[in-house]
Structure formats: structure tokens, C-alpha cells
């Protein structure tokens, strides 16, 4: 009995994982094989970027996957808050490896540039791994912007809004999610590049083109790594929550009639959810079971938001003075 409840614990959490990074993690692997072969047969430095990307990509959206579902645990007596910032320790080590394979690349380009290499043969081939890469991360790099518009609760946007909505979101979206985002647009432009040089150093002499296009990926590579350090490093920290998160929350604290103001109200984010914590003014001449009672039914009503987990609220009683700007600071008053 024991033994099953906890695969069926297990299986509720993988359920729970980020699904954008386990089919990113599982189309890159399948992309990078492909260009290592391309890579062998053609000798060219861009497809040997290109194929240190995805194998990057695979590797870092696999640990991404493993620390979403950690990050969906329940919060234990040892661990009161959850386990929400794992996913961004997780991401971190993707940074570190995105980093040393940005270095790789750079370097491969540098050498490609000084000594450049004749293409050897396996044009065709090359084409059709980059046009298959073209569309496999072109898809995943959708599904990213749906789950950010998803994650972000924006609705009714679709066709060519989707993008720049995805753009203007990602900030709301889960950590995974921003990896997923901003490391397939750098695959989808790095697989574009490799392309245009197969193509021109094919036909051309101009074989520096080649080392150009593999430094340029690099360093593609080096900012995704920087953008997505920067996010979880605050993540891991311990971040404010978006302003649209404040005014849901008090939305909800002020939809019961007996809330006067709110003296005070900070609102964490962890991980992909965020905790509540608010001393709320209710009117006077309640007495301490009917204050208790509100505390509760406000308490309730915030939880009822599917992104916040917990809520710890304090009552005391209307001080006749109106406190509350949602503007100063995140309520942190």
C-alpha cells in the first residue's frame, strides 16, 4: 500500500511538470543527434554550433522538467513554504551549462575563422537536419508562447498576436516556461544562421562566413544564459509579485463587505505561486468569532486563485484612517 501511494504520488507530480520543457528536452535530443551526424559528414563549424545548442537545450530542459516536478512537492513540517524555488536552482544549473557550451561554440568559431574548412560533402543532408531543426523548434517555441499566455492568464489572443503577447507576458510565466521561450528562439535563429552559411560556403568561397556564424551563436547562447541567470537569481532570492497579482489579491480581500482597508499586504512569489501575507482593517464592534469568521472567508477566497498556495492574514480592527495604495511598493506599507 505504502509502495503505491507513493508512485502515485510520483505520478501526480510528473503530471505536474512543466510539459513545455519535457517536449523541448525530447525534441532537442532528437535534434542534436541528427546535426552531430550532419556535422560529421559536412565538417561545417555552424552545424557543429548548432548541434552543441540542441544537445544544450536537451540536457538543460531535461533538468528543467526534473525540477518542476520537485518544485510541485507538497510543503512539509522541515520546509513550511514548499519547495517552489527549486525550479530555480534547477534552472541555474542549465545557465551553467548553456554557459560552457556557449564557451565551446565561441571558441570552435574562433578557430573556424582563423583556419577556415572546406565543406566536405553532406549538403543535402545538412539542409534537411536544419529545415527538420526549423520546424521541430519552431513548434516547441509556440507551444512556449501558449503556455506563457496560458500561465499569464491572457485569453482570446491568437495568430500573429500571439508573439509579441508572449514577449509582453513572459515575465508572468513559470521559470521553465522563460527557459523553454528564450533558449528555442536562439535555437530557431541559431538553426537559421547555420542554414545561410551551409548555403553560402557551399557555393562560394567565402568559407570565414562559417566561424562568423558560429561565434554569432555563441554569444546568442551567452545572453539566453545571462537573461535566464538574471531571472532565477531574483527568483532564488525571493521576488515581489507582478502588479496584475496585487490587484487580484486585493480584489478578492475587498469583495467581502466587512474589509474596511488593508494595513499591510506582501505578496512572494515562489517558484511558478506566490504566498500572501496581510493585516486587513475590519469595521467596528465586530466581535472575535465574527472577526475569525471573516479572517476565514477571506482567507478562502484568496486561495481559490490557482496561483497562490498559501495565505496567512492578521484582523485588527478599523483605525478610521484609509491606508491602502496598491502603487507603494507591492503593499509592503
Known amino acids: 500500500m505504502g509502495v503505491e501511494t507513493k508512485q502515485g504520488n510520483l505520478f501526480t507530480l510528473i503530471k505536474k511538470g512543466n510539459k513545455s520543457s519535457a517536449v523541448a528536452a525530447i525534441g532537442n535530443a532528437i535534434i542534436a543527434g541528427s546535426k552531430a551526424i550532419a556535422y560529421i559528414m559536412s565538417g561545417s563549424g555552424a552545424m557543429f554550433a548548432s548541434a ?10 531535461g533538468f ?11 510543503p512539509t513540517r522541515r520546509f513550511p513554504t514548499g519547495f517552489g524555488r527549486v525550479i530555480n536552482i534547477f534552472c541555474m ?7 560552457i557550451m556557449a564557451y565551446e561554440t565561441i571558441k570552435e568559431g574562433w578557430h573556424l575563422l582563423l583556419h577556415p574548412v572546406e565543406n566536405t560533402g553532406g549538403f543535402w543532408l545538412s539542409i534537411i537536419v536544419l529545415i527538420i531543426n526549423l520546424v521541430i523548434d519552431g513548434a516547441i517555441l509556440i507551444k512556449a508562447m501558449k503556455e506563457i499566455l496560458k500561465e499569464a492568464r491572457v485569453e482570446n489572443i ?8 508572449a514577449f509582453k507576458n513572459v515575465g508572468r510565466a513559470a521559470p521553465p516556461t522563460r527557459l523553454v521561450f528564450y533558449e528555442d528562439i536562439v535555437a530557431v535563429t541559431g538553426a537559421f544562421l547555420a542554414l545561410i552559411a551551409i548555403v ?8 570565414a562566413l562559417d566561424g562568423l556564424a558560429t561565434i554569432l551563436i555563441g554569444f ?3 545572453g539566453v544564459a545571462f537573461r535566464v541567470g538574471y531571472d532565477n537569481m531574483v527568483g532564488l532570492i525571493g521576488v515581489a509579485a507582478p502588479q496584475e497579482i496585487v490587484e487580484r489579491v486585493q480584489k478578492a480581500i475587498f469583495s467581502d463587505e466587512e474589509v474596511v482597508d488593508i494595513r499591510k499586504l506582501r505578496i512572494l512569489q515562489e517558484g511558478r505561486y506566490y504566498h500572501v501575507e496581510g493585516l486587513i482593517e475590519l469595521r467596528k464592534g465586530l466581535s472575535l468569532s465574527v472577526a475569525d ?3 476565514f472567508r477571506v482567507q478562502d477566497k484568496i486561495m481559490s486563485d490557482p496561483d497562490i498556495t498559501d495565505v496567512t492574514l492578521g484582523i485588527i ?3 478610521g484612517i484609509k491606508g491602502w495604495s496598491p502603487d507603494r511598493l507591492n503593499g509592503l506599507i
Open 220 to 222: 546568442l547562447m551567452i
Open 293 to 295: 469568521d471573516i479572517k
Open 52 to 61: 552543441m545548442h540542441s544537445l544544450a537545450d536537451a540536457v538543460n530542459q
Open 158 to 165: 491568437k495568430g500573429w498576436g500571439m508573439i509579441s503577447a
Open 317 to 319: 480592527e478599523d483605525d
Open 64 to 74: 528543467v522538467f526534473i525540477g518542476s516536478v520537485l518544485s510541485e512537492k507538497k
Open 93 to 99: 544549473i542549465a545557465v551553467i551549462v548553456v554557459t
Open 200 to 207: 553560402i560556403t557551399s557555393f562560394t568561397n567565402f568559407n
